[in-house]
């Protein structure tokens, strides 16, 4: 049994290796308060400490995270990362906020018929909703 819940998203991420020169930018598949799962290009061996910079959210999030597993999938990779630190409250409003703009995403289209991408979504949820947030 899982200890977090598991928010499917595909809001894009940015991350980065302590060794590799430029953060990588890819979309989550799932969020949880206890870490994410993103695709990659590229394995990532268990243990490697990667940063995880989410732009689109306000404020925006960054947070340490270790590699706990990685599995090939269809040609790429999908990564899970741990959280490192301790600031859980931070972490589970940032992960609302995710979640809100995929609810936003799926509103938009049942409700209005737009296929949006899951960076619009946080664009436009940002733009609309973000001063509301509780930070």
Avoid at 35 to 64: Q, W, Y
Wanted: charge should be positive; include cysteine.
């Amino acid at each position: 049994m899982r200890e977090y819940i598991r928010h499917p998203s595909e809001i894009p991420i940015e991350y980065s290796i302590s060794n590799t020169v430029a953060p990588q930018k890819k979309p989550l598949s799932n969020i949880s308060t206890g870490g994410l799962c993103f695709r990659s290009d590229n394995s990532i061996k268990d243990g490697t400490e990667v940063m995880i910079h989410i732009p689109l959210i306000k404020p925006a999030f960054s947070v340490k995270g270790v590699v706990v597993w990685c599995h090939e999938k269809s040609g790429n990779y999908d990564v899970g990362v741990k959280f490192m630190d301790s600031a859980s409250e931070f972490r589970v409003r940032n992960i609302e906020q995710v979640c809100y703009i995929e609810q936003y995403r799926k509103e938009e289209l049942l409700k209005k018929g737009r296929r949006i991408s899951a960076e619009e979504a946080a664009m436009e949820w940002v733009a609309k909703y973000a001063k509301d947030f509780p930070v």
